[in-house]
């Protein structure tokens, strides 16, 4: 069996997750060999008749998405394996600024560029937006996660090597989280740095935006083990994927006024930076950002303009 990983718009750390699998590579590598991927091996393209590639990142420019047009084509199964293939990720965030802002940042803005800032000509030209690759090209199958865990991993590559299906949880954060929800009384809204929280209760009952109920499980809730809200690495939820007037901002205030019996107005006012705070993960998904009650398409133009 031949499997090829292609990067797109991310950072490599999907790589780096399968790479973590550690001696259990060498399980894989005696059924499969590893015939592509921009991180592990030089190979400057992919071969033709690859059985299973996984695609990661999104696709942010006109490279990405003729990578991702060539990788399909040459594949029988390909996989978005991380949030930001799924999803768009954490590039989707730079549709909040303009192109030439950002080259301004990136070639002019910090420390580390020429003294000439010169913005190079052969840098491939930004798409109109950042997209899922989902959003591109044909996925047989989507494995969610910033990078998704070792553990599940373990679970899902050897089975998907095989031909074989596995079930998974397909419940939310919370439902791994092992802190308790108490009375909760006096609730006002916290920034993540304003105090500590108590380890034993309910984060979002403390006050602090934890998007564990909104987000996809499958992490062991490893941050708010950690005494760090969730904020939504996985991406949304089944609940939410699956019906078209739920999306993780209204959800959210749904939830936290089910919890405080405070008015979905007040709290909504409350609430800060919904760009970052809310969607910082699935702002570059055509799915979540159609959703009829989404917020994405006016934070994009808003904060573009």
């Known amino acids: 069996m031949k499997i090829a990983i292609e990067e797109l718009a991310?950072?490599?750390?999907?790589?780096?997750?399968?790479?973590?699998?550690?001696?259990?590579?060498?399980?894989?590598?005696?059924?499969?060999?590893?015939?592509?991927?921009?991180?592990?091996?030089?190979?400057?393209?992919?071969?033709?008749g690859v059985d299973v590639s996984f695609v990661t990142g999104c696709v942010r420019n006109e490279?990405?998405?003729?990578?991702?047009?060539?990788i399909r084509s040459r594949s029988k199964i390909l996989v978005a394996l991380g949030t930001c293939a799924c999803y768009g990720g954490i590039s989707g965030l730079s549709m909040l600024s303009s192109n030439e802002d950002i080259l301004n940042t990136v070639y002019r803005g910090v420390e580390t560029v020429s003294e000439d800032g010169v913005i190079p000509k052969n840098v491939p030209p930004f798409l109109y937006r950042a997209f899922a690759v989902g959003d591109i090209a044909k996925i047989d199958y989507y494995i969610t996660g910033c990078p998704p865990k070792e553990q599940f991993l373990r679970q899902i590559i050897p089975d998907l090597l095989k031909g074989d299906k596995t079930e998974l949880s397909k419940?939310?954060?919370?439902?791994?989280?092992?802190?308790?929800?108490?009375?909760?009384?006096?609730?006002?809204?916290?920034?993540?740095?304003?105090?500590?929280?108590?380890?034993?209760?309910?984060l979002l009952g403390q006050g602090y935006l934890?998007?564990?109920?909104?987000?996809?499980?499958?992490?062991?809730?490893?941050?708010?083990?950690?005494?760090?809200?969730?904020?939504?690495?996985?991406?949304?939820?089944?609940?939410?994927?699956?019906?078209?007037?739920?999306?993780?901002?209204?959800?959210?205030?749904?939830?936290?006024?089910?919890?405080?019996?405070?008015?979905?107005?007040?709290i909504e006012a409350e609430l800060y930076d919904v760009s970052h705070t809310m969607y910082p993960f699935t702002i570059g998904s055509l799915i979540m950002e159609d959703k009829e009650n989404s917020k994405i398409r006016d934070l994009v133009k808003e904060r573009s303009k």
Do not use: Q
Not at 21 to 29: F, P, S, Y
Not at 63 to 70: D, F, I, V
Not at 171 to 197: A, F, I, T, Y
């Open 171 to 202: 419940k939310s954060v919370c439902s791994e989280c092992d802190r308790k929800m108490g009375v909760v009384e006096n609730w006002s809204l916290k920034r993540r740095h304003e105090g500590e929280p108590d380890r034993e209760h309910c």
């Open 210 to 266: 934890c998007l564990g109920p909104v987000t996809f499980g499958r992490c062991g809730a490893s941050c708010p083990k950690n005494n760090i809200p969730c904020h939504g690495c996985s991406g949304p939820s089944l609940d939410i994927l699956r019906e078209p007037c739920r999306d993780l901002y209204n959800m959210m205030v749904r939830r936290i006024s089910d919890l405080t019996d405070i008015p979905e107005k007040k």
């Open 63 to 70: 490279e990405n998405k003729e990578r991702l047009e060539k």
């Open 10 to 48: 991310g950072c490599s750390g999907c790589t780096i997750a399968v790479l973590d699998l550690h001696e259990m590579i060498l399980d894989v590598l005696e059924k499969a060999e590893i015939v592509y991927s921009p991180v592990i091996m030089d190979v400057k393209e992919p071969p033709e």
